[in-house]
Structure formats: structure tokens, C-alpha cells
């Protein structure tokens, strides 16, 4: 049985949790619970769609902050990604992994000297400049370095993308990108600077976007802004849509169709001669990844049914800090007609916000039961923690029927490992 449309790579086979041909249970034991557990094959089916939707010149740069375990950078490097990255320790990730630089673009709101001169060093595709700081810094370094700066420059085109206020980020009050009234005095600028040059436009939205319009929106104000002044437009060659690409996260509905927004983007790029870039992390690696937990005991406290398992909101904070729904089913798949109740998923972590469901419909749980939190590839791993001295969990990538531990769960010295004076 598969279990919704967006996670067809997990599904029950005789009555067993599977990923691709192995059985969660049996990784589980092997390998210990909380335990990330992803689909090489969901990956390649995504990467393939955009191919797909955006055509063979796009730049396809996965945003490294979603899953920066470095065998999933080599494997969508060997996709033919680039990447998206917003820090000197993503670049330092890729650089561990052994990847190409050359494709890589450089987001993030303030950069540090030592990010940029890296950056400069590993020759990456393009800089976006987000904020008026940066041109006479990047110009410094560029001087420095004796290599110009290829830039685009973020602009926050005031398009509200309806997503939660925490990860929207194109409204003229959030803090990303240059207004257009303050990107036209900076393209001025840039085109006076000696070691800078103007590639491209580059707009972020913000995430879980889930219909084209709001990407369509944003390139029409970009378009008008090219069209202001002739300097907006020398050597400008790249239009990056940014990522925020929606998933549905058990609502097969949400998942944006990207071959639409490739249709209707596309020819208007192409008439400008404008290559596309395009840098989804979620769409990518989201529903390719599932969190394997233990129940540990269930409770029932005032009529309220909890079970209470092994992950917590340190492995997987999405439904803690946005309120984030997963779904999350059984590794044993239920009898057909078993009764199902409302139930929260909460973990060992001293937090009321530490839940990974609320209110969801499970059967009978009992301690030794496992759990799968699904959709949780994106965003889950990268933004686990020790908090409560809990080490990070595991993470295994399958293929087929083969199974690779890609990181061991942490020891506990790991934790301490840095602290001076033991
Ligand atoms: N490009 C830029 C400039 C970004 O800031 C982001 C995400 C992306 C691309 C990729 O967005 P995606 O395609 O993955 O939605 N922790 C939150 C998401 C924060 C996203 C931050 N920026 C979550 O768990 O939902």
C-alpha cells in the first residue's frame, strides 16, 4: 500500500514498512532508533521532474541548509546539481565532499570577509548581493583577490507568497534582499566598480510555495526593473527564482507542479536571453526522508491519548517551531478495520513544545512499536541539536535494496568534544 502519492518510495510491503526494498524495522535494529532513513531513489524522481520543468541549461542548485550530509551533496552532485549556499561552512561542506564549486551560488543577508574571500577562492558561479554593505566589500575583496565578483543582486519585489510568516521572506519589511528603489542606486554602483559584475537578478519568496503565481508575480516586477535602464541589463544573464518550492507533507495537493511553472516561465526568460536558475532544497529531499522512532511507553493523561517515543523535538524541530504537520505512521502496518484515535507523538525532551504530531488518528501503541516520521529529509537532520544532551540520531541512505550508514549516531564524547577544562 502506498501511503500517499508523496512518498511512494516508503510504503507497506506484507505488512512491513519499507523504503525502497529494505525494511525499516530492520534498520531500526541494526542501526538504532531515532534514525533518519532516506530514498536515493525519491531524490533522482525529484531532480529528474526538474530537469524536466526547467530544461537542460538551468542551473538546478540545491539548497545545502535543507541536507548538508556530505554523501547526499555527492549524490546530487552526481545529478548534476549546483548548489545554494548561505554560509563559509556550507561552501567548507561541499568542499569536503569533494564536489564542484564552479556551480554553486552564495545567498545569505550579511556575509563575513572570510566567507567571501573562500568563496572568491573556489571560484563559485555567482554572489547574490542582498544588502548595500556588500558593494563595497565585495569590491574590496575582489581588488584583493585580483578576480572579479560575479554577482546577481537579490531584490525584494514585495510579493507576499501566503507562506508562515517565519520563512516568507519577499515582504518589503523582511529582512532579505535590496528594495528596487534602493537596487537601481546599487546597480549604478556595481557598474562603477572595478572588480564587480552584474550576471543576474536573483528573488527568494520564501517556502512551501504551492502554485506558480506567486514565482510569475515576482518575475513581472523583476522584468519591469530590468526594462527601467540599460545599465540594469548589460552582462545580465541568469534569473534565479530562488527555491521554496512547496511539498505536501501528506496532501498530495501541495506539491507545487513545477513543468507549469517551467512552462510559463521559461519564454519569458528566453526572450530576454536570461537563463534560468532555479534553488529548491525541500522539493529535492523532503519527501525522500523519513525520522524512525521507539515508543517508549504510552499514556493516556485527562482523556489525553500520548505516545511517547525515542525522537524528539532536538532530532526534528519543524513541528515545534512552525508548527509544521508530518504525517507519521507505523513501521507495522495496521490490520485493515483497526481503530484508530486521536493520539499526540511526543518525545523525552522537557518541552510542552516538544511533539513530533498532534491530535493524530494511529492505532494501539505499545512500547517497542516503531514510528515513522515522514517527509522530514528537509530541514530535520540540518536543524537537530544536542539540546537535553541527547546525541544526533543516525542517518542511512537506501538504494534499492542496499542500505549505507552516511553518519553514525553521535557518541556522547562527540558532545563534549569541544569544551576545554575537562
Ligand atoms: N534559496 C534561499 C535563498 C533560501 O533562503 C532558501 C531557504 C532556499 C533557497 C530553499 O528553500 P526550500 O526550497 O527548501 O523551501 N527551516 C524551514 C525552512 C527555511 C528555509 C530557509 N531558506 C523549514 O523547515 O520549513
Not at 561541499?94 to 543577508?109: D, E, H, K, R
Not at 519577499?170 to 529582512?175: A, I, P, Q, V, Y
Not at 536558475?277 to 529531499?285: D, K, Q
Request: glycine content about 10%; aromatic content about 8%; some cysteine.
Amino acid at each position: 500500500m502506498t501511503l500517499h502519492p508523496a512518498t511512494e518510495h516508503f510504503r507497506y510491503r506484507s505488512g512491513a514498512l519499507q523504503c525502497e526494498g529494505v525494511d525499516l524495522d530492520q534498520l531500526a535494529q541494526r542501526y538504532g532508533t531515532p534514525l533518519y532513513v532516506y530514498s536515493r531513489a525519491a531524490v533522482e524522481q525529484r531532480f529528474a521532474a526538474l530537469r524536466h520543468a526547467f530544461g537542460p541549461e538551468a542551473s538546478i542548485c540545491f539548497a545545502v541548509k535543507s541536507n548538508g550530509n556530505l554523501s547526499m551533496l555527492r549524490l546530487l552532485s552526481e545529478l548534476g546539481a549546483g548548489f545554494d549556499l548561505v554560509s563559509g561552512g556550507e561552501l567548507r561542506r561541499l568542499q569536503a565532499a569533494g564536489v564542484p564549486t564552479a556551480g554553486a551560488v552564495f545567498a545569505g543577508v550579511a556575509k563575513a570577509d572570510w566567507e567571501v574571500r573562500e568563496a572568491l577562492a573556489a571560484d563559485i558561479l555567482l554572489f547574490n548581493l542582498e544588502s548595500e554593505y556588500e558593494v563595497d566589500m565585495l569590491e574590496a575583496l575582489g581588488a584583493e583577490a585580483g578576480r572579479p565578483v560575479r554577482l546577481a543582486v537579490r531584490l525584494n519585489v514585495d510579493v507576499d507568497a501566503g507562506t508562515h510568516d517565519y520563512i516568507a521572506t519577499g515582504r518589503k519589511h523582511d529582512k532579505f534582499g535590496l528594495t528596487l528603489d534602493r537596487a537601481a542606486v546599487v546597480v549604478e554602483r556595481i557598474a562603477a566598480a572595478p572588480h564587480l559584475e552584474l550576471r543576474g537578478y536573483h528573488v527568494h519568496l520564501g517556502s512551501l510555495i504551492r502554485t506558480p503565481g506567486p514565482y510569475l508575480a515576482a518575475l513581472e516586477r523583476v522584468l519591469e526593473f530590468m526594462d527601467g535602464a540599460a545599465v540594469r541589463r548589460e552582462g545580465v544573464r541568469y534569473y534565479d527564482c530562488g527555491g521554496g518550492f512547496g511539498t505536501g507533507y501528506g496532501d498530495p495537493g501541495g506539491l507545487l507542479d513545477v513543468a507549469a511553472l517551467g512552462r510559463a516561465m521559461l519564454p519569458l526568460l528566453a526572450a530576454r536571453g536570461l537563463t534560468p536558475i532555479v534553488e529548491p532544497g525541500r522539493y529535492l529531499i523532503a519527501d525522500a526522508g523519513a525520522l524512525v522512532g521507539e515508543v517508549l511507553g504510552a499514556k493516556l493523561s485527562a482523556g489525553r491519548r500520548f505516545a511517547l517515543v525515542d525522537a524528539a523535538m532536538n532530532d526534528l524541530i519543524r513541528p515545534a517551531l512552525y508548527g509544521a504537520t508530518h504525517p507519521i505512521v507505523p513501521l507495522r502496518e495496521p490490520p485493515d478495520g483497526a481503530a484508530r484515535t486521536p493520539c499526540d507523538v511526543v518525545g523525552p525532551v522537557c518541552e510542552s513544545a516538544d511533539f513530533l504530531g498532534r491530535q493524530l488518528a494511529l492505532p494501539e501503541l505499545a512500547r517497542g512499536d516503531r514510528l515513522a516520521v515522514l517527509a522530514a529529509g528537509a530541514y530535520g537532520f540540518s536543524m537537530s541539536s544536542n539540546y537535553n544532551s541527547r546525541r544526533r540520531p543516525a542517518e542511512v541512505l537506501v538504494h534499492g535494496a542496499e542500505a549505507r550508514l552516511i553518519r553514525r549516531r553521535e557518541d556522547f564524547a562527540d558532545m563534549w568534544s569541544q569544551e576545554i577544562d575537562r
